[in-house]
């Protein structure tokens, strides 16, 4: 789990996490909660993707396919 480097245990800015995992490892359920937090908070994909160690192009994956399960897809 991580913990933010704030020491505010209330914080989510994505910048105040610290991970040890490496680069596009898989993401846990309370990882994707994290995603979709930051996301609706008007988040980047680059500030989220930092804040999770994975590249942006699983940010934008996992993203794709919680819209396609929540039934909210966009239609290109």
């Known amino acids: 789990m991580p913990k933010p480097r704030c020491d505010n245990p209330l914080c989510i800015n ?3 996490f610290e991970y040890h995992s490496e680069k596009n490892a898989k993401l846990t ?3 994707i909660q994290m995603l979709l937090a930051f996301h609706g908070q008007g988040a ?3 500030q989220i993707a ?3 160690n994975v ?3 699983t940010i934008y994956r996992k993203l794709k396919d919680e819209r396609l399960h929540s039934g909210i ?3 290109l």
Request: proline residues 6%.
């Open 55 to 57: 590249n942006r192009s």
């Open 14 to 16: 994505p910048y105040h």
């Open 50 to 52: 930092k804040a999770l």
């Open 29 to 31: 359920s309370g990882d």
């Open 44 to 46: 980047s994909a680059r």
């Open 73 to 75: 897809a966009r239609h």
